[in-house]
């Protein structure tokens, strides 16, 4: 079983929608939680973190943790075209240097 | 937010010849950076941890002769790929972080893609 777990997609919604993508875990000594946004053949972009359980939001993305399910969501609100890209979560351990486990990766596709 | 870079963005070569990858943090110095390699459809897999003048950390299953890592200085490594061969193609990704504080962004550069034949 992979330490991080993440459905593979595509998920394809219309312009506009809401696109809901998570990931789970089994480590429970992960303490920071990323998501990152990847476009094809390129390196991957930071667009949240967090390190507690709860919501926060920046802009048009909301990042959820749940610490006692092992679960944490992203929320990207009035999707574009534009949000089409593969989106990584990904986790670290401060004792462990930070080292980053990401999940798979989810393929998102919003269309016009 | 910081930029990292990558040289080459991409290469081909040869069954058994070496190639460098070159991971320059611009704008920032960075204690330590990370290299990555991702297959097609796949996540990014840890390779390497580097920080500046001293040894890389590798993660198991990484061959240290075969991918040799050199962080000479606060915004450069590099990775040689050596005596490469097809199954070596892969993506490569670098990344670089700075400071001390308790979380560090680490800033991913844009990746160079090897292709052995």
């Known amino acids: 079983q992979k330490e991080v777990e993440q459905d593979p997609g595509p998920l394809s919604v219309p312009e506009g929608a809401i696109v809901s993508l998570n990931c789970t875990y089994s480590?429970?000594?992960?303490?920071?939680f990323m998501w990152y946004r990847q476009y094809s053949r390129k390196g991957p972009e930071l667009l949240m973190y967090?390190?507690?359980?709860g919501n926060k939001e920046d802009g048009r993305f909301t990042a959820q943790v749940d610490k006692s399910s092992k679960y944490i969501s992203l929320f990207i609100r009035d999707s574009q075209p534009s949000d089409s890209a593969t989106y990584l979560c990904a986790m670290s351990i401060k004792a462990a240097g930070n080292k980053l486990t990401f999940g798979g990766g989810t393929r998102v596709l919003v269309k016009p | 937010g910081a930029v990292v870079s990558q040289h080459p963005s991409w290469v081909i070569c040869k069954s058994g010849t070496s190639v460098k990858i070159e991971c320059r943090s611009l704008d920032f110095q960075a204690t330590t950076m990370f290299w990555y390699r991702q297959f097609p459809k796949q996540s990014l897999m840890l390779m390497a941890t580097?920080?500046?003048?001293?040894?890389?950390?590798?993660e198991q299953g990484v061959e240290k002769d075969k991918f040799l890592i050199n962080h000479a200085s606060l915004t450069l490594s590099t990775l040689t790929v050596t005596s490469a061969h097809p199954e070596d193609s892969s993506f490569y990704i670098c990344?670089?972080?700075?400071?001390?504080?308790?979380?560090?962004?680490?800033?991913f550069g844009p990746g160079t893609r090897l292709t052995v034949l």
């Open positions: 967090t390190y507690s359980s």
């Open positions: 990344s670089a972080r700075g400071g001390l504080a308790v979380y560090n962004e680490q800033f």
């Open positions: 480590n429970s000594a992960f303490q920071y």
């Open positions: 580097s920080n500046e003048g001293s040894k890389a950390t590798y």
